[in-house]
């Protein structure tokens, strides 16, 4: 009986590993697509105050402000694919630039998010305040603040910021045009453009990347709508109605062919008011509006114990400021389920009953 | 007299029956299971000052503790099963028999699954029971929870077995714990692959996030107490997967196993 | 019955990477039905050539069957049974279910398996204890225990080492008496063992295991040889018949030949005559097995085979 050699465990051992990799390129992905991972927003609940986090995590700060900055790009991810809700974000990266105050990224994206995604616009500015205060020295960070308030339409403030930010020798002379435009109060889509240009052009940030690229299709969208709309009053003075959708425009001449919007959608025309949308925007839209009239309408069932008749309902008790209605759009409660649903009087969107918790984007 | 291929099953049966008996006579298995009642008790007193969360917080609790018992028996018993047989030589007398070294190492798997199904299985019970009376709220996603715990632990068990085989109790222990956390980890490892500029860096992780189990997949703690529905190709694929795992791991197990002169 | 045929094994010291040669050509063999003892001094290699024939080891070299199946098949085990030196046993089980685990390990069926086991359990002695934990036996409980699993699985072969070690008088003589019983019912025994009054009480052969190898077999009843004391002729001359080499010792002017019965007797003596020598006696000796053991084992460094 001799001794097996150690070619055979070598073997083995490759033999093993092979069996493993066909196992997670194929099989996590069939599991992965069926699960719904909550798990992001169980652990950000658990981390505490970063005030009282950074002294307990001692030399391990960085490494713990990294996976936590890990995290969030995950969860940001995660949710720009399915709800569109960002309500953790704020916390998150409190925590992270608590943890690690020079972690200048983690406030530029941090308030990008804050104030674009996640609707809590003074959240995101005082952010970057505080990135502020622990980084004097950082031009991006002014330019940002003067950007958001760009976009907050308080230009004042844009101003000042854009102006601080060109003082900066390493800063770009186009810096100094923005301050500018903030002082002539020109919320044209022409600046808004160039600014969010000059933010694609400050980071290597993916996800900013996105997000920018994102804002300047928004931005192409506009000024397609505004294009368009102009046409179709003028359609509306020959003909008396407004178009029924942009390709009766193009078959009659108007424009030449049928455009898209930047998303590969088409444009929707509303009949009675004229008004242009992109589909994909007002998709998105509609949706989130969805999910917010759906807090509210489960609020107003946990206090009242019973479902609100109507949504101004809601806005009578104070729950709600005002009922949306983009694009002609009419949400309703469903009797009995309590689920919002939404009603177009737009020819080709009539009939479609849009429900609450589709993922954004994929119905209309 | 039998022939040696056809009664291995029934071998690695008795081996297996063998270790479930041992083991659950082992004080350490009765400490757990009271640890685990404990742990359960605990969150129902514990809950009411959760401000209206008292739910989640049961509910979230009761799987953490189910988890944690059972990796606790995973890894403990597990790693040192082989080796204290070893140790105390009651192996010999026992693989003079026409047993396999394959067969004693798969019958020893079995039986710790079997264990941890006991255990598992008794604490889903008292906690599907306090919830279903206490917060009337039980779901099949509860269920599926529990069970991918129990799958995931399966896969522990024979990462354990395997260094129980190689090392001491103790390195074993560590080793299967230090598994236990880098399997979790190992999605961050695949994320965090493509963000590293550097290109072999980033290849270097994209393969060992290839090769390391992601545990992760097996967490629908969230998803239970969301009350979100579990459909059962999730179960099913999520099984498949632990299998993909158990296989090779056992299978490296009993080769160095037979390699090993028992001194 | 079992056959170990050149079997080599060497361990390898892991802290000074020494290579420590424990048995460097062990042959031997073990006929059906007879008892053959294993002797050598501590650490000569006995456990470990026992181990090789369960397959707890695996030697370097060398092959060992039992029934001609190779000895790493488990197949080989299918009628053995195994006592180790300080049996321990699983703590937690009983007496009972411990005997009952080995036999169904070893495929005997559950009736069987209770009936034989009760019965050896009150044969051995331990049928009050049967339902205790084993973790509460004594030590002479333990060797009972050791052979009641055995005996459970009705083998046709024991592998004993040291079986009789550790015991006081009085157990020693009831496995002893348990040893003649399963000897006179057949049953083959392969035993390693110290005590040599017991050893030539119980065994048809033993081997002693010196330098790795046999040295020496030696049948029942001791070593009887014939001593041939011879003068006036010179060994070198003698060996050139090779049956003798290794047997000659030169005392002065005389030679002393040592014969095993096996030897030709007519033949050596008419060797010494043809060489020109001239036989002084020829006498019938017996050695105890201890001398045997003395000699044999503790002075085998650098002699020349003396017996």
């Known amino acids: 009986m001799k001794r097996r050699g150690s070619t055979e465990l070598a073997f083995s051992i490759l033999l093993a590993v092979a069996f493993v990799v066909p196992t997670n390129l194929y099989l996590a992905?069939?599991?992965?697509?069926?699960?719904?991972?909550?798990?992001?927003?169980?652990?950000?609940?658990?981390?505490?105050?970063?005030?009282?986090?950074?002294?307990?995590?001692?030399?391990?700060?960085?490494?713990?402000?990294?996976?936590?900055?890990?995290?969030?790009?995950?969860?940001?991810?995660?949710?720009?694919?399915?709800?569109?809700?960002?309500?953790?974000?704020?916390?998150?990266?409190?925590?992270?630039?608590?943890?690690?105050?020079?972690?200048?990224?983690?406030?530029?994206?941090?308030?990008?998010?804050?104030?674009?995604?996640?609707?809590?616009?003074?959240?995101?500015?005082?952010?970057?305040?505080?990135?502020?205060?622990?980084?004097?020295?950082?031009?991006?960070?002014?330019?940002?603040?003067?950007?958001?308030?760009?976009?907050?339409?308080?230009?004042?403030?844009?101003?000042?910021?854009?102006?601080?930010?060109?003082?900066?020798?390493?800063?770009?002379?186009?810096?100094?045009?923005?301050?500018?435009?903030?002082?002539?109060?020109?919320?044209?889509?022409?600046?808004?453009?160039?600014?969010?240009?000059?933010?694609?052009?400050?980071?290597?940030?993916?996800?900013?990347?996105?997000?920018?690229?994102?804002?300047?299709?928004?931005?192409?969208?506009?000024?397609?709508?505004?294009?368009?709309?102009?046409?179709?009053?003028?359609?509306?003075?020959?003909?008396?109605?407004?178009?029924?959708?942009?390709?009766?425009?193009?078959?009659?001449?108007?424009?030449?062919?049928?455009?898209?919007?930047?998303?590969?959608?088409?444009?929707?025309?509303?009949?009675?008011?004229?008004?242009?949308?992109?589909?994909?925007?007002?998709?998105?839209?509609?949706?989130?509006?969805?999910?917010?009239?759906?807090?509210?309408?489960?609020?107003?069932?946990?206090?009242?114990?019973?479902?609100?008749?109507?949504?101004?309902?809601?806005v009578r008790e104070g729950l709600l400021e005002s009922v949306p209605s983009s694009f002609g759009a009419r949400y309703e409660i469903e009797r009995g389920s309590g689920r919002v649903v939404v009603r177009f009087d737009h020819p080709r969107l009539a009939g479609k009953a849009i429900f609450s918790d589709r993922r954004g984007g994929e119905d209309l | 007299m039998m022939e040696s291929r056809r009664g291995a099953p029934a071998r690695i049966g008795q081996v297996a029956v063998h270790t479930l008996k041992e083991t659950v006579r082992d004080r350490v298995f009765l400490v757990s299971l009271l640890f685990a009642v404990l742990l359960i008790a605990s969150s129902v007193v514990v809950s009411p000052l959760a401000a209206g969360e008292q739910d989640r917080v049961i509910k979230n609790m009761g799987l953490a503790s189910i988890s944690a018992i059972g990796l606790f028996l995973a890894i403990f018993v597990g790693a040192s099963l082989v080796h204290r047989e070893v140790e105390r030589r009651t192996i010999y007398t026992l693989l003079s028999r026409p047993v396999s070294r394959g067969e004693y190492v798969i019958g020893k798997y079995v039986g710790i699954v079997l264990t941890l199904a006991l255990n598992v299985g008794s604490m889903a019970l008292l906690f599907s029971a306090l919830v279903y009376f206490y917060l009337d709220s039980l779901s099949v996603a509860h269920i599926a929870a529990i069970y991918l715990i129990g799958v995931e632990l399966a896969v522990v068990a024979s990462a354990s077995i395997l260094f129980s085989v190689l090392s001491s109790p103790v390195l074993g222990a560590l080793f299967t714990l230090a598994l236990y956390f880098i399997g979790h980890l190992a999605g961050d490892i695949g994320t965090f692959a493509e963000m590293i500029p550097s290109r072999p860096a980033a290849l270097l992780c994209k393969g060992v996030s290839t090769i390391l189990p992601h545990l992760?997949?097996?967490?629908?703690?969230?998803?239970?107490v969301y009350g979100k529905s579990v459909e059962p190709g999730l179960l099913l694929s999520a099984t498949l997967y632990a299998i993909g795992y158990i296989a090779p791991l056992l299978f490296l197990a009993v080769i160095l196993f037979r390699r090993k002169d028992l001194q | 019955m079992i056959r170990y045929d050149a079997v080599q094994k060497a361990f390898?010291?892991?802290?000074?990477?020494?290579?420590?040669?424990?048995?460097?050509?062990?042959?031997?063999?073990?006929?059906?039905?007879?008892?053959?003892?294993?002797?050598?001094?501590?650490?000569?290699?006995?456990?470990?050539a026992m181990k090789i024939l369960l397959d707890l080891i695996r030697a370097d070299d060398g092959v060992v069957t039992i029934c001609g199946i190779p000895a790493s098949r488990p197949r080989s085990r299918a009628r053995l049974a195994f006592l180790p030196e300080h049996p321990y046993f699983f703590p937690h089980l009983t007496g009972r279910e411990l005997v009952r685990y080995y036999g169904r390990l070893s495929g005997v069926g559950p009736g069987q398996v209770e009936e034989r086991g009760g019965k050896l359990m009150r044969r051995l002695g331990l049928a009050k204890a049967e339902s205790r934990r084993v973790r509460t036996?004594?030590?002479?409980?333990?060797?009972?225990?050791?052979?009641?699993?055995?005996?459970?699985?009705?083998?046709?072969?024991?592998?004993?080492?040291?079986?009789?070690?550790?015991?006081?008088?009085?157990?020693?003589?009831?496995?002893?008496?348990?040893?003649?019983?399963?000897?006179?019912?057949?049953?083959?025994?392969?035993?390693?063992?110290?005590?040599?009054?017991?050893?030539?009480?119980?065994?048809?052969?033993?081997?002693?295991?010196?330098?790795?190898?046999?040295?020496?077999?030696?049948?029942?009843?001791?070593?009887?040889?014939?001593?041939?004391?011879?003068?006036?002729?010179?060994?070198?001359?003698?060996?050139?018949?090779?049956?003798?080499?290794?047997?000659?010792?030169?005392?002065?002017?005389?030679?002393?030949?040592?014969?095993?019965?096996?030897?030709?007797?007519?033949?050596?003596?008419?060797?010494?005559?043809?060489?020109?020598?001239?036989?002084?006696?020829?006498?019938?000796?017996?050695?105890?097995?201890?001398?045997?053991?003395?000699?044999?084992?503790?002075?085998?460094?650098?002699?020349?085979?003396?017996?």
């Open chain 3, 137 to 307: 036996y004594s030590k002479g409980m333990l060797q009972r225990l050791g052979f009641a699993q055995a005996l459970v699985a009705d083998p046709d072969l024991l592998v004993l080492d040291e079986p009789l070690s550790g015991l006081d008088p009085v157990g020693r003589k009831e496995i002893r008496e348990l040893l003649l019983e399963l000897k006179e019912k057949g049953m083959t025994i392969f035993l390693s063992s110290h005590i040599l009054e017991d050893v030539e009480r119980l065994c048809d052969r033993a081997g002693f295991l010196v330098g790795g190898r046999i040295r020496r077999e030696v049948e029942e009843g001791g070593v009887r040889w014939l001593e041939v004391n011879a003068e006036g002729i010179d060994p070198e001359t003698l060996r050139q018949g090779d049956q003798l080499a290794g047997k000659i010792v030169r005392e002065g002017e005389k030679i002393r030949i040592a014969l095993s019965p096996t030897d030709d007797l007519p033949k050596v003596t008419e060797s010494v005559r043809a060489g020109g020598g001239r036989i002084l006696s020829i006498r019938e000796r017996r050695e105890s097995l201890e001398d045997l053991f003395v000699v044999n084992v503790t002075a085998h460094e650098g002699e020349e085979g003396v017996s």
């Open chain 3, 12 to 48: 390898r010291s892991d802290f000074l990477r020494r290579r420590r040669d424990v048995l460097t050509d062990l042959s031997l063999e073990v006929r059906r039905g007879e008892t053959y003892a294993l002797l050598g001094a501590n650490g000569a290699g006995k456990t470990t």
């Open chain 2, 216 to 224: 992760t997949l097996f967490d629908v703690k969230g998803m239970a």
């Open chain 1, 29 to 314: 992905k069939e599991v992965e697509k069926r699960r719904i991972s909550t798990s992001l927003e169980e652990e950000l609940a658990f981390y505490p105050s970063g005030r009282y986090l950074r002294p307990v995590a001692g030399g391990f700060r960085h490494l713990l402000a990294d996976m936590l900055w890990l995290r969030a790009i995950q969860y940001y991810g995660e949710h720009r694919k399915t709800d569109l809700v960002f309500d953790k974000a704020g916390h998150v990266f409190e925590v992270l630039t608590d943890l690690d105050p020079h972690f200048v990224e983690a406030f530029r994206f941090g308030a990008l998010v804050l104030v674009e995604d996640a609707d809590e616009p003074e959240w995101g500015i005082e952010l970057l305040r505080k990135g502020i205060r622990e980084n004097p020295d950082r031009w991006e960070l002014y330019f940002d603040l003067g950007f958001h308030y760009f976009r907050l339409r308080q230009y004042e403030y844009a101003a000042s910021y854009f102006h601080r930010a060109a003082r900066f020798p390493e800063v770009d002379s186009r810096v100094a045009r923005f301050a500018a435009a903030a002082e002539e109060r020109r919320g044209d889509l022409e600046t808004a453009r160039a600014l969010w240009e000059e933010v694609l052009q400050t980071t290597n940030n993916s996800n900013f990347q996105e997000a920018a690229r994102f804002a300047l299709k928004t931005i192409d969208a506009a000024e397609d709508t505004a294009r368009i709309g102009a046409v179709a009053r003028e359609f509306r003075k020959r003909h008396g109605r407004y178009p029924i959708d942009p390709s009766e425009l193009a078959a009659r001449g108007y424009i030449a062919g049928v455009p898209t919007d930047p998303f590969g959608w088409e444009y929707l025309i509303h009949p009675k008011s004229g008004e242009v949308q992109s589909s994909y925007l007002l998709s998105r839209q509609v949706n989130r509006e969805m999910r917010v009239l759906q807090k509210v309408v489960d609020n107003f069932r946990r206090l009242a114990g019973r479902l609100p008749m109507t949504l101004e309902e809601t």
